[in-house]
């Protein structure tokens, strides 16, 4: 990789693992309520359709917040907008932690509903970002390295659990308070060191050119929000969001499912998140590489990006026979391969909006794409904690088969609304 040579210079890489340790610490944000959610039922004597609205709240949060958090980070810039996200997730995030029994669900709700707000900025900045530090033909692959975060924090959250909360709930506040000194560590660390490539002190010329070697150069003059919304590029985007709702499944009902099938607890959930979440990690990385690898030897921008997304979604489809297997650990796997080709998939997905829109559009469009695929995750809670409640468990024998199937129609539906993926310029006209 380029990266190594240094007469060329791998200063973007700093910035890049400033981006890897902010996803971290969102996602070990995020996972922690997923982790606990067994054992936080009994605690506050919560029922399916409780714990539903809990999650709800979090991601109606996170489809509003994706809408003007994308805005703000393209009219503030990356180094204002990342810092102003992970100060509101951080503080939700240890709000958790004061939250009584008597008002567990309605606590719960607000704390998570400011989470969510905090939170839905991580990847627009994180994409943008990206996309002001890296070519094109680098881009899958340096998603795919931040991208690999979330599961670290996934990973992290079960054991870090499993070591400081016991069986019957002690200290269950403390993994809520660990992510403040994280934030303030990071935010000192991205004022010291982040800023534009053009402006920056302690970039080589050669590095800055390598940056901008198959990019046109952009003007500062901000794009309209509102006409983003006509593209159907947009909306090709925003259609490859849908499979956000699979990897919320994964995180936030993982748990529970395992805990009810296979009678999986605190104590144990650490090493079946690792297996998975390690599976996912791979998958980032997957994804990233060969998409990348491929435009590399000569393949089109569109055709390398789309087999990949392809390959994910046929790796994906035994995710559906998860329900009716009886081995645990075989369980575990094919959810794991599942997470795989979702992170493959979503990586793919991320960079066909750096792809085909001008940088300064791209934290906006990722916020729209963003906000569909929580409204269909919402639809998805609330369905499901419905059914679990009335039905027992057969709603999970419903989400894995979903689970396993929609990659591949969605992608039959994106390369309809997006079968070129023709880049824009400035004024969002194609380039000829």
């Known amino acids: 990789m380029n990266y190594t040579n240094p007469k060329i210079g791998n200063y973007r890489y700093r910035i890049l693992a400033l981006v890897f340790m902010a996803t971290t610490i969102n996602y070990f944000d995020r996972s922690i309520v997923g982790v606990m959610a067994p054992l936080l039922q009994k605690l506050f004597d919560w029922t399916n359709k409780d714990y539903a609205a809990i999650m709800v709240s979090f991601k109606v949060a996170y489809g509003i917040g994706v809408l003007f958090m994308g805005g703000i980070i393209d009219k503030l810039g990356t180094k204002k907008g990342y810092t102003i996200s992970i100060v509101i997730w951080s503080i939700f995030g240890m709000l958790h932690a004061v939250i009584r029994p008597a008002f567990g669900l309605i606590g719960f709700i607000v704390a998570r509903f400011g989470l969510g707000i905090g939170e839905s900025g991580n990847f627009p900045a994180a994409i943008k970002t990206v996309a002001e530090w890296f070519p094109k033909k680098d881009r899958a692959f340096a998603t795919g390295i931040f991208d690999a975060s979330t599961s670290v924090g996934a990973i992290l959250a ?53 940056i901008n070697s198959d990019s046109a150069e952009e003007n500062i ?62 998958g980032s990385l997957f994804g990233g590489y060969i998409s990348g690898s491929l435009i590399k030897k000569g393949w089109t921008i569109n055709m390398a990006r789309k087999i990949t997304m392809l390959v994910c979604a046929i790796i994906i489809l035994p995710v559906a026979f998860v329900p009716v297997i009886a081995n645990k650990w075989l369980a575990v796997f094919l959810i794991g391969l599942g997470a795989a080709g979702h992170q493959s998939w979503s990586i793919n997905g991320y960079t066909l909006v750096s792809d085909v829109f001008p940088k300064k559009a791209t934290a906006s469009v990722i916020g729209i794409g963003k906000m569909v695929g929580v409204a269909v995750a919402i639809l998805a809670d609330l369905a499901l904690g419905a059914v679990l409640d009335t039905a027992n468990n057969s709603g999970y024998f419903w989400a894995f088969v979903i689970a396993g199937l929609s990659y591949l129609i969605i992608l039959i539906f994106v390369h309809l609304l997006m079968p070129r993926m023709t880049p824009m310029d400035d004024n969002l006209l194609y380039i000829k």
């Not at 529970?256 to 079946?272: M, Y």
């Open 158 to 210: 079960p054991f870090i659990v499993g070591a400081v909360v016991s069986v019957e709930g002690h200290n269950w506040q403390i993994p809520f308070l660990f992510t403040g000194v994280l934030s303030a560590i990071w935010v000192w660390l991205w004022w010291t060191t982040y800023q534009k490539p053009v402006d920056h002190p302690k970039l080589s010329k050669r590095e800055l050119e390598y």
């Open 221 to 282: 003059v901000p794009i309209p929000w509102m006409t983003l919304f006509p593209k159907r590029e947009t909306w090709a985007f925003a259609l490859t969001t849908v499979t956000d709702g699979v990897w919320w499944f994964y995180l936030f009902w993982g748990a529970k499912f395992l805990a009810v099938q296979f009678g999986v607890d605190i104590q144990n959930i650490g090493l079946p998140f690792l297996i998975i979440f390690l599976m996912a990690d791979a």
